[in-house]
């Protein structure tokens, strides 16, 4: 049985793309990953895969992409991923969550009441579980 090759000619419906050599722009960085969560085919190890590669991204995805990402998570009944794609999302915003997290929920909030996902807060994952008090700041 011969290898079978792939050219660049061929459509590759993931993300790899060289990652030397080409230029691409704020808008079609957000297109790619738009289209790639927006695939009908998508499955699970893809939609996994997609959500990995931009964690591992110095960068907060837009709310545009977040939309798509929860959407596949609904078209493969996996609300558990939609969890942690939201806090992928709020993690990413690091030190500035208090200025982005809110204006990308604000964004993707009719999304969300449209696909019956909670919030974090709503879910009460926005804060540990069997956190105590610290005793060094009880008053």
Known sequence: MAAVRYSSAVANPGLAMPKHGRD??????????????????????????GINDLTGMDLVPEPRIVIAMLKACRRLNDYALTVRVLEAVKFKCGSKVNEIYPYIMQEIRPTMDELGISSLEDLGYDKPELATQNPYEIH
């Open 24 to 49: 691409e722009s704020d808008e079609e960085f957000d297109a790619r990953y738009e289209a790639y969560f927006n695939r009908k085919d998508i499955d699970g190890w893809e939609l996994r895969k």
